[in-house]
């Protein structure tokens, strides 16, 4: 099946400092999607890339749908504590009507 | 917040019992999918559903079955229940799956217990 590689794994930050991770695929990908699951909840949508190139912002949020489309970019900004949790990239890839996920960045941040 | 309901949200049984998980969406939204959560894994495709009585296999769909009879909802049936289907069931509902609007969303999940 498809393969969406998502580093880094896990990280533990302080407050305050930016945070960056990506995901990259096997495939073309016509939409990037990326979304935080906090604990006993369900995945929870961030922001959504439909275009090679754009790169968008959700507050301290910034994403971008890489050029060759076969990957994308979260940033976080100055993180806070609440931004704790479990990040996944998504999409469905150029072909099929299928959304795929990373196996997710677990975020940690120190106060 | 999509209007995504599942139920239960909690449940233990036994093995070799049958289980049905529902998904009510009010979207009206075309496409329904139900995943597992494990760890390690990430979330996995089960079936997912394109309209109403059509429905396609994911990746992890041996044990499973489902049915959509209306639009609004979507069940999951595992035949006869394993401890390897022990696991968090997310349902996610899409308008569309290529172009603007091709977002994915969720339910709050069910956690299923097989003893």
């Known amino acids: 099946g498809q393969q969406l590689n998502q580093s880094p794994q896990s990280m533990f930050i302080q407050e305050g400092e930016d945070v960056s991770m990506n995901c990259t695929s096997s495939s073309i990908f016509n939409t990037w999607l990326w979304y935080k699951q906090d604990p006993g909840e369900g995945p929870v949508l961030l922001i959504a890339l439909y275009k090679a190139g754009e790169l968008t912002s959700n507050g301290r949020l910034t994403a971008q749908f890489g050029i060759t489309r076969k990957d994308s970019f979260l940033n976080i900004s100055a993180s806070i504590p609440s931004d704790v949790g479990i990040y996944f990239c998504a999409g469905p890839p150029n072909t099929g009507n299928q959304f795929y996920f990373g196996t997710g960045t677990s975020l940690t941040v120190i106060p | 917040d999509a209007g995504i309901t599942q139920s239960p949200r909690h449940k233990v049984t036994e093995t070799g019992t049958p289980v049905t998980l529902r998904c009510h969406q009010t979207?009206?939204?075309?496409?329904m999918y139900w995943y597992r959560q494990d760890p390690g894994h990430g979330l996995r495709l089960i079936h997912y559903?394109?309209?109403?009585?059509?429905?396609d296999k994911g990746e992890v769909s041996d044990g499973y079955s489902v049915s959509r009879s209306k639009t609004e909802d979507f069940l999951l049936t595992l035949e006869s229940a394993t401890s390897s289907q022990t696991s968090v069931y997310f349902c996610?509902?899409?308008?569309?799956?290529?172009?603007?609007?091709?977002?994915?969303?969720f339910g709050q999940g069910t956690r299923l217990t097989v003893v």
């Open positions: 996610a509902i899409s308008e569309r799956w290529t172009g603007l609007n091709t977002e994915a969303f």
């Open positions: 979207e009206n939204h075309r496409y």
């Open positions: 559903s394109y309209g109403v009585k059509d429905t």
